[in-house]
Structures are given as structure tokens and as C-alpha cells.
């Protein structure tokens, strides 16, 4: 079926850093979708791409699809330490239009 | 606010007990779903739901079963809970190209 490669697995980085993720696939999307997870929360949406190419911001947060249709990434510029938590990115592309899920970034912070 | 519920949050069950967990939602979406939360595998898709007793299922569907007898709820039931199922579950709704999620129930399995 189809899969997404998601990375990195986790990053420890210093507050005001800048964070770079992506996702990569073999096949095509139509649509690419970026989720943050907060400790003991469900994921919640930050950013949604539906046209290749589109770049999209969401303050300190950039995302992008991939011109190719198959990889998106998710930057954060100048981090806090509320940007802890777990990102994941989401393909739509399953049958009926399920979501297809990558296994998540965990992002740590040190103030 | 989509309005998605999850109960319980929290559930302690012994080895070889049945469990149900429930999802309600207020805003007829029609898709539901469930996933499992482990470390190191992401979400990982259970069943989900494309109407009332519409259900299919997900990559781990094994030792799980489903029903949607009304729009608002979908219920996720382990017919004999394993050690294995210990994880976190999440119900999510289709809204639009994206889906909103419950806040998750925590189930161990002792």
C-alpha cells in the first residue's frame, strides 16, 4: 500500500533554531496536510496544501508540495518551547480518500 | 469546532476482557476513523466508517471490531483484550480534505 517516509524520527534543537522535516513517496497526492501533536492531545492541523508547487505559510510555520506531487516539507523558523511536540505529515491518497499518516518527527526543544 | 468527543479517557482492563471504546461527534460528518498511537509506528488506521453500518478496515484491524448504528457515534470494541493493545486511541472525523481529532483514550491492558 501506499507509505509515507517521514524525517527526521526526532531533533533536539536549541530555542531560536530553525526546523526543517519532510515527507517522501512513491506515489502520487493530492493533497498534503502537516499536524502537530501536543503531549497527551490528539494531532491537530497546521497547514494544508492542495496544489503542487504551493508554498503556504501559518506564522513561523512553511510548508510546502512538492512540484513532483510526491514529498512535502514542513519548516519552523526561530523555535520556542512550545513547538514541542510530535509532527506528522499526511498524504491523501488511500482508498476513498483516506489520509495516509507518516510516523512523525518529535521535535524537543532546550530553552 | 468540530465537536468530537472520546470516552473514557483513561481505561485500566485485565487480560481477556471485552472493552468499548466510543467516538461522538455533533456535526454528522460522515467519515469516522480510528487509529492506535505507538511509539515508533505512528498512527496506524484500526477501521473506519463511510456512513451508518458503512465500516471497512484499516492495516490493523485483527482483534478489533467496529459499529456505527447512528451518524454521531462510531464504537470501537476489543472483543478480548491483549497485552498488545495497550496503545492510545484516537477517533477522528473527515472535515473537509482534512481530519479533526479526539483527544484520545489511553487503554492498558494488565
Known amino acids: 500500500g501506499q507509505q509515507l517516509n517521514q524525517s527526521p524520527q526526532s531533533m533536539f534543537i536549541q530555542e531560536g533554531e530553525d526546523v526543517s522535516m519532510n515527507c517522501t513517496s512513491s506515489?502520487?497526492?493530492?493533497?498534503w496536510l502537516w499536524y502537530k501533536q501536543d503531549p497527551g492531545e490528539g494531532p491537530v492541523l497546521l497547514i494544508a496544501?492542495?496544489?503542487?508547487?504551493e508554498l503556504t505559510s501559518n506564522g513561523r510555520l512553511t510548508a510546502q508540495f512538492g512540484i513532483t506531487r510526491k514529498d512535502s516539507f514542513l519548516n519552523i523558523s526561530a523555535s520556542i518551547p512550545s513547538d514541542v511536540g510530535i509532527y506528522f505529515c499526511a498524504g491523501q491518497g488511500g482508498s476513498q480518500g483516506n489520509l495516509i499518516f507518516g510516523k512523525g518527527t518529535k521535535l524537543s526543544v532546550k530553552p | 469546532d468540530a465537536g468530537i468527543t472520546q470516552s473514557p479517557r483513561h481505561k485500566v482492563t485485565e487480560t481477556g476482557t471485552p472493552v468499548t471504546l466510543r467516538c461522538h461527534q455533533t456535526e454528522n460528518h460522515r467519515y469516522m476513523y480510528w487509529y492506535r498511537q505507538d511509539p515508533g509506528h505512528g498512527l496506524r488506521l484500526i477501521h473506519y466508517?463511510?456512513?451508518?453500518?458503512?465500516?471497512d478496515k484499516g492495516e490493523v484491524s485483527d482483534g478489533y471490531s467496529v459499529s456505527r448504528s447512528k451518524t454521531e457515534d462510531f464504537l470501537l470494541t476489543l472483543e478480548s483484550a491483549t497485552s498488545s493493545q495497550t496503545s492510545v486511541y484516537f477517533c477522528a472525523i473527515r472535515t473537509g480534505l482534512s481530519y479533526t481529532f479526539g483527544s484520545g483514550t489511553r487503554l492498558t491492558v494488565v
Open positions: 496544501l492542495y496544489k503542487a508547487g
Open positions: 506515489s502520487i497526492f493530492n493533497t
Open positions: 466508517s463511510y456512513g451508518v453500518k458503512d465500516t
